[in-house]
């Protein structure tokens, strides 16, 4: 994530790279992480993707998921 902005009404500007350090435990990017991937289907697409191209394991997508 580069940059994300947001208010009480939800987030406004949000750019997806592909590095960065998301070694480090956030309890609130988790938290934003989990509210994404149970509201858009479309991520839920995309974590199949990466599941499917071998970018993350199934076992990585369906904790994710679940």
Do not use: W
């Amino acid at each position: 994530m580069h940059e994300q902005r947001g208010t009480f009404n939800g987030i406004d500007t949000c750019n997806v790279i592909d590095h960065g350090r998301f070694d480090q435990y956030s309890i609130l990017r988790f938290e934003a992480e989990a509210r994404s991937i149970f509201n858009r289907p479309d991520i839920n697409v995309l974590l199949t993707q990466l599941s499917d191209q071998k970018v993350i394991t199934k076992d990585q997508a369906y904790n994710m998921q679940q």
